[in-house]
């Protein structure tokens, strides 16, 4: 479905990511671990086309979306629920959610509004407050849930536990779970080794820039030195 | 009577400033072109309306030339440099202002024009037991009147959404299937427009001169920086502000009236330097 072949990217002078090879089949859960600058945020960024590759190709279904912009590659379903929960603080949260349907003119914008306040109710009850107000969980929920309004086919997700207490981890968690039983494909960017092994099946591991390790669930757990050696914990 | 001039006068300034800050807030450009546009508003106008005989007629095709003016200078000069330094823009909207200057006196000369008052808004009307031109009055409840249409565009609609959240984070928009670069065309389209609408509408009351490009230009600009850089709300306060401002300048700073915009500036950025509503982040 989604292929990552070669891609090297740069910010400006600075070459950040060293080749990188993925794949990933529809209804895959896959994650890519790495510590602080490991290149996880910009292989998100290459693949939406916030920071295109330099060299390398980006596929989905079969076709080159290397050099597409950002936009075009949004509407062919490929989401990115962006690092910090980057959401619109001085709009409400129903505005947030609305705008990630303008570009999509085929959804029913109410029933589409109806499935994410079903999913966060919390959403649904602070639709009218402005997301300044918000704490950092329900950014986090509404960043999800921005994601999956419409025709999601690809959730990236980059580093949506980062900074969040240990009781919204979990809920967080358990909503991964969730979506991961609705045939959307997830592509998740982590620190937090846990989650990541808990909720993928199959894993990336980045170090400087380029792939040191990938494996199943099993195959990691079994390599723990590998995870010693590139993240610093064990799971 | 200096109240309801400076009324006036400050519900102009918020056509011609809120499109300056909605530019500035979105493109990150200081459109200091957009005097120009404002002053081609009324030259336009000018012309439209003997050419037509209609004064209304000239009001609604003045500002419909000069969008298209708005296009041509986003679209090939502005956007080759989006992502450079904010100096650039400043640079090149500098120069396409003494551009315009010069072509206005070019095909117009340095004349001043003035605009026939379409003959259903001449002589004067009393309420509250004041008398006051009547084209004035039309000036302050139309400029409200496009200003409540631009309310409504920016918080009802979905363009609205679209438009507000640019102001906030333009990558992030974009990443959510939204063209940004058509956001900013039609952005900079549209404040065109509402510079050109006061442009015309005011030219029966202030004349047609190649100056006053200029003019407006640096009151929008305290406008913009009194009210907060990129903040609707702001600007709105700002130019209400200013409008009384200058006419309380005019009426009791006689000969000294200009220096009243900058008393005022440099009073408010005293104690608030970010201007009256200062985005916290």
């Known amino acids: 479905m989604m292929s990552v072949e070669d891609v090297h990217t740069y910010y400006g002078p600075s070459h950040v990511l060293h080749g990188i090879d993925l794949l990933l089949e529809k209804g895959d859960v896959i994650s890519v671990m790495g510590r602080n600058g490991a290149g996880k945020t910009t292989l998100m960024r290459t693949i939406m086309g916030l920071t295109p590759a330099r060299q390398g190709t980006v596929g989905f279904d079969g076709r080159d979306i290397t050099r597409l912009k950002p936009h075009d590659i949004f509407r062919l379903g490929i989401r990115l629920v962006p690092q910090g929960r980057n959401v619109f603080p001085k709009l409400t949260v129903e505005e947030n959610l609305r705008l990630a349907l303008v570009a999509q003119k085929s959804a029913d914008p109410r029933s589409e509004l109806e499935k994410a306040y079903d999913r966060f109710p919390i959403l649904g009850q602070r639709r009218q407050q402005k997301v300044k107000g918000l704490s950092g969980g329900e950014r986090q929920m509404l960043a999800i849930a921005r994601g999956l309004l419409g025709k999601t086919r690809i959730l990236l997700m980059d580093e949506p536990s980062e900074g969040l207490a240990p009781l919204i981890i979990r809920e967080l968690h358990d909503t991964i779970l969730e979506i991961k039983t609705e045939d959307i494909t997830i592509f998740l960017a982590e620190q937090n080794v846990k989650m990541a092994l808990s909720v993928c099946d199959r894993h990336y591991i980045l170090e400087k820039g380029e792939i040191r390790f990938t494996g199943t669930t099993e195959e990691m757990s079994a390599n723990k030195d590998i995870m010693i050696q590139t993240l610093g914990v064990s799971a | ?281």
């Open chain 2, 1 to 281: 009577m200096t109240v309801l001039n400076g009324l006036t006068m400050g519900m102009v300034l918020v056509l011609v400033a809120g499109g300056l800050s909605i530019i500035f807030g979105m493109l990150d450009v200081l459109n200091f072109a957009h005097g120009s546009l404002y002053m081609l508003g009324g030259y336009l106008g000018y012309t439209l309306s003997i050419a037509t005989g209609s004064f209304w007629l000239a009001l609604l095709l003045a500002p419909v030339g000069v969008a298209m003016v708005g296009f041509f200078i986003e679209f090939f000069t502005l956007r080759p440099l989006y992502g450079r330094p904010p100096l650039h823009h400043l640079l090149l909207t500098f120069g396409i202002s003494l551009i315009a200057q010069n072509a206005v006196k070019f095909i117009w000369g340095n004349d001043i024009y003035s605009v026939e008052t379409p003959e259903s808004l001449t002589g004067i009307v009393e309420f509250l037991g004041i008398a006051y031109p009547t084209y004035r009055l039309f000036i302050l409840l139309f400029s409200i009147g496009i200003a409540i249409l631009m309310w409504l565009l920016i918080t009802k609609t979905r363009y609205g959404i679209v438009v507000r959240a640019g102001t906030e984070d333009i990558e992030t928009l974009e990443a959510h299937g939204i063209d940004t670069r058509k956001v900013f065309t039609g952005v900079f389209i549209l404040g065109s427009a509402l510079a050109a609408i006061a442009g015309a509408a005011v030219a029966p009351m202030r004349t047609v001169y190649p100056q006053m490009g200029i003019d407006i230009i640096i009151d929008a600009f305290v406008v913009v920086i009194i009210g907060g850089l990129g903040s609707i709300r702001g600007t709105v306060i700002g130019a209400l502000i200013l409008g009384q401002a200058i006419q309380m300048g005019a009426v009791f700073l006689t000969g000294f009236a200009d220096a009243a915009i900058y008393i005022v500036m440099a009073g408010i950025l005293l104690f608030k330097p970010s201007g009256l509503v200062a985005e916290s982040n």
